[in-house]
């Protein structure tokens, strides 16, 4: 039996370090399976909530984790059409992807259009899905809203200016905790401002892209114009560089699901609206994923690459994106 290399998380915490085991290799045994030679793996500041035991969906452990890979089929299952042995793919994973092969059903698996290298394929799925079904499927955004992301400077943060401004949208705030960021968050082409900037600034909101949770949303509340929309998609407040504490956690858990819990009431008569998004849960949805990938404004949007690890390096990954010192996309290379 061929044997393949997966990287496992056998205990969640603040102590949490991932090991390499070697185990069989996977094979097709469903007429609608492809079996892909994984090339990179995509890391999402959701596996760094997960390896400190804050993400609730995470699984029993010891398991792999990692939603996104890219690489070349390997086998195809007898019903799968428009994929041949040696294609460039990338797919989205619910868990599993952290290693050098993985088994998917053909929905989840898309050719690499050709504006995309193999490294951006591994970047794409979550970014790409999480912006899409946020800005147009929930929020519905229109051209002349001023839309203003809290993690501007992160891969979903070029991703979301990058589809916002491939439609039409001019009126783009991104923020970050820190000025070294400003630059990269301005090279992805939106004004760029600290949280403490935008929070002196007075201006208001259509939509609010809300990824720190806890307190913040109280204070995005404050600044949504009428009519405007707050999509809640994290609660990175809770991590403080890699590391969670108790004391976080009631903190920003207050702060979001009882203190800044908006009332409906509250809601009808600001006339704003808040929603919520996991874009792992619509794995569950394949006819909607599916249509999201085959939308016109997919292709022009590449996502931002900062780092590439081997990887027997997963660590050094983690700990770069649980200390925000990323600007773009972390991937593991399984080269
Ligand atoms: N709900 C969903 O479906 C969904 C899908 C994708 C992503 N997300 C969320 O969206 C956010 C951005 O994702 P991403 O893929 O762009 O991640 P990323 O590349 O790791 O970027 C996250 C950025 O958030 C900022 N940040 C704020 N608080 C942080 C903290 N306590 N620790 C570390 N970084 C912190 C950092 O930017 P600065 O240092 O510049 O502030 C960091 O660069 C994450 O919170 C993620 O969980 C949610």
């Known amino acids: 039996m061929t044997k393949i290399k997966k990287i496992t998380l056998s205990r969640p915490g603040n102590s949490a370090k991932f090991t390499i085991i070697d185990t069989d290799a996977p094979c097709v045994t469903n007429p609608d ?65 952290y290693s050098s092969q993985v088994k998917l059903s053909s929905w989840q698996v898309k050719k690499i259009p050709e504006n995309l290298t193999l490294e951006q394929g591994a970047g794409f799925m979550v970014s790409y899905l999480s912006a899409a079904f946020g800005l147009f499927e929930l929020a519905r955004v229109r051209e002349d809203d001023h839309v203003v992301i809290d993690c501007g400077s992160g891969a979903l943060g070029a991703i979301l200016i990058k589809l916002l401004r491939h439609n039409g949208v001019a009126k783009i705030t991104a923020l970050t905790r820190s000025q070294e960021k400003l630059e990269a968050i301005e090279n992805f082409g939106a004004r760029a401002l600290t949280h403490e900037q935008w929070q002196m600034a007075d201006e208001r909101a259509d939509l609010f892209i809300n990824s720190r949770g806890g307190r913040s949303i109280k204070s995005d509340m404050k600044k949504l114009s009428p009519l405007g929309r707050i999509v809640c998609i994290g609660a990175s407040n809770m991590v403080h560089q890699n590391k969670v504490s108790l004391f976080k956690i009631v903190r920003e858990f207050i702060g979001m699901e009882l203190l800044g819990r908006p009332s409906v009431m509250g809601l009808m008569n600001s006339n704003n609206g808040v929603f919520g998004l996991n874009v792992l849960k619509l794995f569950d949805e394949p006819e909607r994923i599916k249509r999201l990938l085959a939308e016109p404004f997919f292709y022009p949007v590449a996502p931002k690459i900062d780092s590439v690890f081997p990887f027997d390096q997963v660590n050094q990954a983690h700990e770069k994106l649980g200390m925000g010192r990323s600007s773009g996309k972390v991937l593991l290379s399984w080269k």
């Open 33 to 97: 399976d492809v079996l892909i030679a994984v090339h990179y793996s995509g890391l999402n500041f959701a596996d760094v909530m997960m390896r400190l035991n804050l993400y609730p969906e995470t699984p029993k452990a010891p398991f792999t984790p990692g939603y996104e890979v890219s690489g070349k089929v390997l086998a195809l299952g007898s019903a799968v059409e428009g994929l041949e042995v040696g294609d460039e793919v990338m797919g989205g994973c619910y868990f599993g992807g």
